[in-house]
């Protein structure tokens, strides 16, 4: 599920071609359950998202709610009835089809406003990707305190059913490169990530800053312009130290350390 306005999942996974189509008419966007508001989530999946040249489905079994730049209409011109947010009209959808998959994942926007909110309301964890350096600590501060907030505002619309909220379970460090060491970096925000944690607040009592750390390589700025995960580009040195093998390891640590309940 793509929440960012900026569409950089869906514009990777689908090409622009493709994608040039929903955000030309808005039909098949997740903001098109919004407003107009006749669409349904069910609908706007689109299977094995991932095409060769030929329209060969190169990774089967991954499918994508695509966003288009429109979606930041849900900030402004979006006007919800206060009664039903725009986070309860996606989670009552979502759940028409979340049991037809092992994992959902939402990509959201380092901030918590009401695109986020959809995807914030309706996880079971959260992890947080980070850069080693101050402003990436400043940023998981703010995160917090604002998904904290959020919490407050949208708890008289959860039913037991839904669970408990989201906490943040994790910290990725990503973009690390070579010969660089992040352990001042890596220090300061396990201080932090404890505060929190020790505070109650916004963390789980399990969070931590993952172990495996995605570095910093030419083969993600070549995935990204191929329209191609990760996975599906030629390796580069030794099949056993490739960053796909970096997402590989981090897939296994977040299943790993996902509460019971989610396992």
Do not use: H
Request: net charge negative.
């Amino acid at each position: 599920m793509d929440f960012d306005t900026q569409s950089n999942a869906s514009i990777w996974l689908m090409k622009l071609e493709r994608w040039n189509k929903i955000n030309s008419t808005g039909v098949g966007s997740v903001y098109s359950i919004f407003d107009p508001g006749t669409a349904r989530l069910k609908d706007c999946v689109i299977k094995d998202v991932v095409e060769g040249k030929d329209g060969e489905k190169l990774l089967p079994g991954l499918d994508l709610v695509p966003t288009t730049f429109n979606l930041v209409d849900l900030e402004g011109e979006y006007k919800p009835d206060p009664k039903r947010p725009s986070y309860v009209i996606f989670q009552e959808q979502l759940a028409e089809i979340e049991k037809n998959y092992d994992f959902i994942l939402f990509d959201c926007p380092p901030n918590v406003l009401r695109a986020s909110q959809n995807g914030v309301y309706c996880a079971g964890e959260i992890y947080v990707p980070s850069n080693p350096d101050a402003l990436s600590l400043i940023g998981f501060t703010l995160l917090v305190e604002k998904l904290l907030r959020f919490q407050q505002q949208s708890a008289s619309f959860r039913t037991t059913a839904m669970g408990p909220a989201s906490q943040v379970y994790g910290i990725v460090f990503n973009s690390i490169k070579a010969n660089t060491d992040i352990e001042v970096p890596k220090m300061r925000m396990q201080l932090r990530l404890n505060q929190f944690k020790t505070q109650k607040r916004g963390c789980a009592p399990t969070a931590k800053i993952c172990t495996t750390q995605i570095r910093d390589a030419m083969i993600v700025r070549r995935a990204v312009t191929l329209g191609l995960p990760v996975f599906l580009v030629g390796t580069e040195g030794n099949d056993e130290d490739t960053v796909a093998n970096d997402y590989l390891k981090l897939a296994n640590e977040i299943i790993e350390n996902a509460p019971p309940e989610n396992r």
